[in-house]
């Protein structure tokens, strides 16, 4: 399968969720976060504000606020081709950039490899934990260098498509987790 028509599939699995599948999914990947930082001790992480077609992340970024755990929120950089992450809390305000994003107003932003992890949006991923994304190559781009935070993906269980086609420069992640199963590269064979 190819990026475009895996995009197309997965935007079909979006529009038939129900309210209640979104609920349940919120809560498993809420869950997921809490344990999962208290284990690793981390307290860098990077997330992102969800849109409609992605994971919803508002609980999570909620969570995240009320800890003691640092929240940084990506933005586009000043020559558009990558992301920073700004150190945000509940006072950040917020305005939308060139694709209609929410984007936080700060300057304190983060060098990448002091990020304990990053949670990633997507649109599918692999049986190679390789992410397609939204076709803006953000998250390719700004971390194709970098390997040191670990990178979380949020998915539905119809976003994995074992036999996705992607390239190398696709942003790896380490872990993602969805309703029905976890998927962590270190139990890929």
Do not use: W
Request: charged letters at 30%.
């Amino acid at each position: 399968m190819n990026k475009t028509e895996a995009r197309n599939l997965i935007s079909k699995g979006f529009k038939s969720l129900s309210a209640s599948s979104k609920s349940y999914q919120e809560k498993i990947h809420l869950d997921f976060i809490k344990d999962h930082l208290e284990k690793k001790n981390f307290f860098n992480v990077a997330s992102y504000i969800s849109l409609p077609h992605e994971v919803s992340t508002e609980k999570i970024n909620e969570f995240l606020f009320d800890s003691k755990i640092f929240l940084y929120l990506p933005k586009i950089s000043p020559n558009g081709n990558k992301l920073e992450f700004v150190l945000c809390n509940k006072k950040t305000r917020f305005r939308k950039n060139s694709l209609n994003i929410l984007e936080p107003i700060g300057e304190e932003t983060i060098q990448l490899e002091e990020l304990n992890v990053v949670i990633v949006p997507l649109r599918a991923f692999n049986k190679k934990l390789q992410r397609l994304g939204f076709g803006g190559g953000f998250y390719d781009k700004t971390f194709s260098k970098i390997t040191s935070p670990e990178f979380v993906g949020l998915a539905y269980e119809f976003q994995y498509l074992k036999k996705l086609k992607l390239e190398d420069f696709d942003l790896k992640l380490d872990t993602v987790i969805t309703d029905k199963q976890l998927f962590k590269k270190s139990l890929i064979t």
